[in-house]
């Protein structure tokens, strides 16, 4: 498990590696990514991408964690870690900007097309369906799993 800071809004990403990489830009090389205190491994983890931190500096748990040798590497507040995070924060303000649907914030058990849905104070026990490819975007002021 990876632990860093969260938002109170998330998103489910199912687009073509173009779409995606405008969308996120250079956060879209970013596996995972973390802002302060820091970013934590507690175990076994196998990362797919770079690991990056910023502003803070720690990164912690590499070993055991690992990446995926090609794929990536840590990033300890370093200028790519810093436009990773930038790039981020656009994306988040662009997707929170969009206009949702509403839903009933027990996402297990619904079906979703692509599209734009807000959620509220949402849960996430059960299997939550995204039938098709395209854009989904959950807004939620809180997700419990």
């Given at each position: 498990m990876?632990?860093?800071?969260?938002?109170g809004?998330?998103?489910?990403?199912?687009?073509?590696?173009?779409a995606l990489a405008q969308l996120l830009g250079t956060a879209a090389d970013v596996a995972?990514?973390?802002?302060?205190?820091?970013?934590?491994?507690?175990?076994?983890?196998v990362i797919p991408g770079n690991v990056g931190v910023?502003?803070?500096l720690s990164i912690t748990g590499f070993p055991p964690g690992s990446i995926v040798p090609g794929t990536g590497f840590l990033?300890?507040?370093?200028?790519?870690a810093q436009q990773a995070q930038s790039d981020t924060t656009t994306a988040y303000t662009t997707l929170a900007g969009l206009s949702g649907t509403s839903i009933p914030p027990a996402l297990g058990?619904?079906?979703?097309?692509?599209?734009?849905?807000?959620a509220g104070a949402a849960d996430l026990t059960g299997t939550?369906?995204?039938n098709g490819p395209g854009l989904y975007v959950i807004q939620t002021t809180a997700l419990t799993t």
């Open positions: 990876v632990r860093g800071a969260a938002a809004f998330a998103a489910r990403l199912l687009v073509s590696a173009s995972v990514l973390g802002a302060t205190p820091n970013v934590t491994n507690t175990g076994l983890s910023w502003p803070a990033h300890f507040g370093d200028t790519i058990g619904q079906t979703l097309t692509p599209g734009v849905y807000s939550l369906t995204l």
